[in-house]
């Protein structure tokens, strides 16, 4: 079928190009001044304030009057809407329109870079708030054509390059005026994102959590500039501060927990930030609205996955498919909970799809009116440009759409998008609707004819004839293929009559004889209103689940009463293992423990033959942590990350965990550097936000690493400092000495720059924050209690430590904890003497000693794990139990809360199968704080849940593919798994 | 100490022990046979290394040699570690210490046995867990090459052979494709059938050019003999559904015997594995299910859903932490047991079953008159960190010690801290 092409007119009469104050050289200098009054329209003035029957009167660009009574003045150009409405033009808040972004050079020797390119700008090359998207601006005419299309008269622009990227340009996509009208603001917004600069390779900062701590501190320093204590010029800071009163737009990228985490950077640092968020802000739609900021959200729904081939099929994973059928209704749910939002076309392929997306989210319930608002006053508003843009106003710039009817019906037109009073066609307003059933009537024959906008189709009776047809400006051309020789053609071409009910004209036969045909209307086209049909049945959406992937709950577990009844019970206290003992869970703690307990409404559980035990605690693990947030290693120290911010509360592992016995958790930084980052300790508590993971009040711990992995041994090329045990020990000097003066100079009362790295190491310092540092020989287990002896302080861990054994005295003298491997070892260089023996030599010494995990699979074995320091170094029953449960809790300082059985306690509790230590036991029953997270019968129900709704959604998709929906390949998640060198090269 | 008392000939670490030269009866514990039985009171009585008494305790048969009273403990033959590459590396991440990968796609003519190091110090940590024999197997390429299977107490690699050149080992073609990054579509690999076709080809060449002059000589060719004539095994590592029916087909087309390795989804497939009598590989239990749908217990399951069906199962060590952690190969096993499967059949998976699918169970696998004496003695159950305890472990009759590197740090340590 051949396409018909918009043309665009565009009439440069309205507005003056030739700039008021300018010389003209080429003729008389004449300025145009016309009026041009828009009657008789339904007019939008704002999504709220609508007049039907209005006027709307427009002189150089601009809104001049509104209204039902308003006097049209002489010599106005006057156009009659009867029946036809006027919409305010949309606007773009987030796009790099007409900006290039740069080109990052390749770097074949993967050579990383650790300073900056730069001087006179801020330390790091991905803040670049000095960059001004207009200086590289070159308005895009070809990209203006369709968002004009797409309804949108204002596009905020800017360079999409870096972490602090720049101020934006706002820009009316005014196709035939130049720059010196277009241009509305140099200045629009401050923008952000979570992307590096692709101009420079400065491998800090790494990782999610190292691009908030960079925030966090750019903002402070920012304030110690303004205050005018830097002794240097910061081109940086200084456009920063200039531009801290413009709108600060922040593209969080495709996480949610993103946008959210960014927020709180924003509200410790006074900045109120504006997200461009991820599309599916449904699935965490509490905490964004707590966020009270304006979300500029992406409509860029996926297309359904082909899932014919159950094969690949069988690779996805239901919270993709979920997603595909729960997405539309993203906005819909925003406007429900009164989040402010925008809406935007970035990560849209093609703009094309904008209108139909915006019609699909409509049908899945959003309202109309929040649909235009989110278009046009909202964004205006965000933009500080209420009184120019987004409504019609007295006053406003004139850009305003024309429709036949509602803007977001299927079956409207958009006629025309005025931007700035010049008119782009988008549909021809004066076209005739010639749609109907015509009789075609040539040389004694009739056919049928039967038009449908600008598409027809010829038959002879009901039989459907090859043929060609176009309707353009009044004339029809049709091509007829003989319908038993396909190499003969009957052409016609006739123009439309006075009566707009018949066509005539000249036909031309197989022969090339001319004769004359008419086509005459029997009966208008039948309205079938599918759109509406399908408009009243808003689609099926699968509900939400905590978290919102496979094993999700329904609604968030509740806490309980519960008594355990005849239990064998595993204290971990002095009183070690109580036989046909009862335990009671009340207001998640532990409340009794004895025998013929009672309780009034207490949930019994008969444990017996079962075993009761406190909840396992992994002191080093790295599970629930997104990829890419496990190391921040472009510096040999980031004390100023903290793991908190990188938390994945629906990582499948936590849920694996809890089905392990697994309560509590440390997820720790990674050893790519000497000093790590802050630690996030958590309780598995799955379904819950992540910030509901974290423990409240939990005591600060950091990450250090020694070795191997921070002294580079398996990078290419060796270019960082340090590079041997040597440097290893001047690292920890340096920065604990620097520690100590920037403390000093803290406590002198004087000014000061905050250094956020700093203020994590005088913590340290001021035994305020505990350190587990990677460790492996014990040459430089030794070094580091050195260092520490020095500045008077302790490390509180040692993790891995698998030559504690060889200094387990020197480690009991310094009051160090141990927490290991049961048996790992040979990996790699440094755990050639690695012996399993560790832990039960170092516990018989008196060192406080865990077994933990650095492992997904292995977390969730630790009982197992725990078992084998009776097998390697005889540890009794109970000590080996005490080394996952009540010694992790020692060394992580929560010993008081978990750990144990003990009435007061937290109620983390697993109920085994089995003896716990047994290889054939399971966890039969996880328990956090008195809510149950992990059942086996609730697992079984939700294996089942999620074959069923797999099922559903496939056939759902299915049925998509075969109604001739777009379809896309499956997706298959990789499931990396997170180890301390995630960022860098392999196993730890 | 107690513990040390554990620990046998303190001053033999290492050092092979020699040729079995008295009798040994082991009097009175519960005997695990690995063919799915086991003897309660068990007596087992072996010399010249070859087991010449099963029974009961209670038979009133004259003892031989030395009695070693075994009451409360428990006997199992040695397990066998399947689809290792013990011995092939020391280190892993030393680049100087590893043999297991050569260059090129096609590789039969590559021997594993010739690099396997009889003194590897991660080799005599598998003793003390009962572990005492492998199948050392080469990786890459498309034909990694022939693999061998050792014993785990000899002074070389020639000593250590219990079946040379027991199999080929082939990687057989993914049918899906999938790309990193952007988009993460999973994709038909348009060249599986041509990737099939290429393996296809290349075993009607050896055939073609065995039944030939043989002049010149084709080294890759040449090592592909024991397919056709049988005295070799195909490894196939493989795990889709698909590409497990596909492989199945391919080893008939060509008349060779088929073992599957490594089968994830081997349990979709159980009925041709059935119908052709196809053994399986299985990983190991202590895996992360691929998908985030799957159940938690899935790769503790594998075992069970392949047993029950008759399948004839072992257990393969390619993927996990490798080669340190093959030592956890009993847990595995009890893993498997806790999970479903009856607690014998796990013992057989690691004896009777792995000695079958290598083709040795002639000699090893099961504690049977006229077999090897390869046998170990355990505190409690072996298939449990908290049993698995040796107090003695022979094979071939031979007494071996227990030490290792990690033992002798163990008690130069506590004895350090002992004296201080």
Known sequence: ?????????????????????????????????????????????????????????????????????????????????????????????????????????????????????????????????????????????????????????????????????????????????????????????QYFSVNKSRLSRQAYPGSFIGKTALLRQVFMDAKWYESGNAKNKDLSLEALIANKNLTQIFNAGQTNLNAIRLDKVGDESGVQFSFVGSGHEY??????????????????????????????????????????????????????????????????????????????????????????????????????????????????????????????????????????????????????????????????????????????????????????FSYKDNWVTITMNNQNDTSKYTRFVGALDDNQTSFSGTVVDESGNESSFTAIKKSDKKKVSKKKNSKSTTPMVVPVTYPNVGYGFASKPKQETILFKNATVWTGEKEGILKNTDVLLKDGKIAQIGTKLRARGARVVDATGKHLSAGIIDEHTHIAIFNGSVNEGGQNSSAEVTIEDGINPSD???????????????????????????????????????????????????????????????????????????????????????????????????????????????????????????????????????????????????????EGYKVADKMKAHGVGASTFSDWWAYKFEVNDAIPYNAAIMHNVGVTVAINSDDREMSRRLNQEAAKTIKYGAMTELEAWKMVTINPAKLLHLDDRVGSIKVGKDADVVLWTDHPMSIYTKAQTTIIDGTVYFD???????????????????????????????????KKNLNRANTCETEATELN | MLFFLCIGNSFAQQTPASKQTKAFSIEGATAHLGDGTEIDDSLIMFADGKITFVGSAKMKIARQGTVINAR????????????????????????????????????????????????????????????????????????????????????????????????????????????????????????????????????????????????????????????????QKLYMHVNGEREITDAVHFAKKHGVDLVIVGADEAHKVTDILVKNKIPVVIKRAHLIPGNNDDNYDKSYKTALHLVEKGITVTIGLEEGHVRMNDRNLPFNAGTFAAHGLDKEEAVKLITLNAAKILGIDNIVGSLTVGKDATLFISEGDALDMRGNILTEAFIQGRKLSLESHQTKLWKRYSNKYKNQ
Not at chain 1, 64 to 72: A, D, E, L, P
Not at chain 1, 940 to 960: T, V
């Open chain 1, 652 to 802: 499948m592992n936590i849920y694996r965990n809890l089905a392990g016995g697994v309560t509590s958790a440390q997820l720790l930084h990674g050893s790519a550097n000497p000093i790590g980052g802050r630690s996030a300790i958590i309780k598995l508590k799955w379904g819950e936000t992540a910030d509901n993971l974290v423990y409240k009040n939990a005591p600060k711990f950091i990450k250090f690493a020694l070795g191997e992995n921070v002294k580079q041994s398996s990078a290419r090329v060796n270019y960082r400092f340090p590079q041997t045990r040597m440097g290893v020990e001047q690292v920890f000097t340096d920065y604990f000495q620097r520690a100590k003066e920037y403390d000093a100079a803290k406590k002198s009362g004087k000014p000061y720059r905050k250094d956020l790295e700093m203020e994590v190491l005088a913590e340290i310092l001021n035994k305020e924050r505990f350190v587990t540092s990677h460790s492996y020989v014990q040459s430089e287990i030794n070094m580091l209690m050195k260092v520490a002896d020095k500045f008077n302080f302790n490390i509180n861990t040692f993790t891995h430590i698998l």
């Open chain 1, 936 to 970: 086996l019968e609730q697992d079984l129900a939700k294996r089942k849940a999620i074959q069923k709704e797999r099922s559903m959604l496939m056939n759902m998709m299915l049925n998509e593919k075969n109604n001739g929906g777009k379809v896309q390949a499956p």
């Open chain 1, 283 to 468: 699935e965490d739609i509490q905490e964004i609205k707590n966020m009270n900021a304006t979300m500029i959200v992406p409509v860029n729904f996926r297309a359904a996955y082909d899932v014919s081939n159950p094969y690949l099929a069988n690779q996805m994973e239901l919270s993709d498919m979920r997603r595909w059928n729960q997405e539309p209704s993203n906005l819909a749910v925003l406007a429900k909970n009164n989040v402010n939002f925008t809406i935007t076309t970035h990560t849209l392929k093609s703009v094309a799809v904008f209108q139909k997306n915006i019609q699909k989210a409509i049908q899945y319930g959003l309202d109309e009116t929040k649909v235009l608002e989110a278009l046009t006053t909202v964004p205006a508003k965000l933009l500080g440009k209420s009184s120019e843009i987004g409504s019609l106003q007295n006053g406003s710039y004139a850009n305003f759409l024309i429709t036949s009817g509602p803007i977001f019906d299927a079956s409207t037109t958009v006629y025309e998008n005025w931007v700035q009073g010049n008119k782009h066609v988008l549909s021809d307003m004066e076209a005739i609707d010639v749609s109907g059933e015509y009789t075609l009537s040539y040389n004694n024959k009739n056919l049928n004819l039967s038009i449908d906008g600008t598409k027809g189709t010829l038959k002879n009776g009901t039989t459907a004839l090859k043929s060609k």
């Open chain 2, 72 to 231: 409360g403990k428990h006997v199992y033959p040695g397990f066998i570690a399947v689809n290792s590459t013990l011995g092939l590396v020391e280190i892993n991440s030393v680049k100087a210490s590893s043999d297991e990968e050569e260059l090129g796609t096609m590789n039969p003519h590559i021997r594993s046995l010739i690099a396997y190091n009889a003194e590897s110090k991660v080799v005599e940590t598998m003793r003390p867990n009962g572990i005492l024999m492998g199948q050392i197997t080469p990786r890459g390429g498309r034909i990694s090459g022939t693999s061998s299977v050792v014993q785990f107490d000899a002074w070389n690699w020639e000593d250590a052979a219990l079946k040379v050149d027991d199999g080929i080992h082939m990687n057989w073609p993914t049918s899906t494709t999938f790309r990193w990054g952007a988009g993460e579509g999973v994709k038909i690999n348009e060249n599986y059938s041509k990737n099939i076709n290429e393996l296809s080809d290349y075993l009607d060449a050896g055939k073609d050019y065995l039944k030939g002059s043989k002049s010149p000589k084709n080294l890759e060719l040449e090592a592909l003999k024991g397919l056709f004539d049988k005295t």
């Open chain 1, 1 to 189: 079928m051949k396409k018909t092409l918009l043309l665009f007119l565009f009439l440069s009469t309205l507005v003056g190009q030739a700039q008021e104050y300018f010389p003209t050289n080429s003729g008389v200098k004449t300025s145009e001044n016309t009026t041009v009054a828009f009657i008789n329209a339904k007019i939008y003035v704002t999504p709220t304030q609508i007049i039907n029957k209005g006027t709307l009167l427009v002189k150089d660009g601009k809104v001049v009057s509104v209204g039902k009574n308003v006097r049209i003045p002489n010599g106005a150009k006057t156009l009659d809407l009867s029946g036809k409405s006027i919409y305010p033009s949309f606007i773009e808040v987030y796009s790099d329109f007409g900006i290039q972004t740069p080109i990052q050079q390749p770097n074949p020797n993967r050579i990383r870079q650790y300073e900056a390119n730069r001087k006179g700008y801020y330390w790091n090359d991905h803040i670049r708030p000095e960059t001004n998207g207009f200086d590289s601006f070159k308005y895009d005419s070809k990209k203006a054509t369709d968002l004009l299309k797409a309804g949108f008269g204002v596009v905020n622009t800017h360079m999409n390059d870096g972490i602090a990227s720049g101020s934006g340009v706002l820009v009316a996509l005014n196709s035939s005026s130049t720059d010196a009208y277009r241009i509305l603001d140099t200045k629009s917004a």
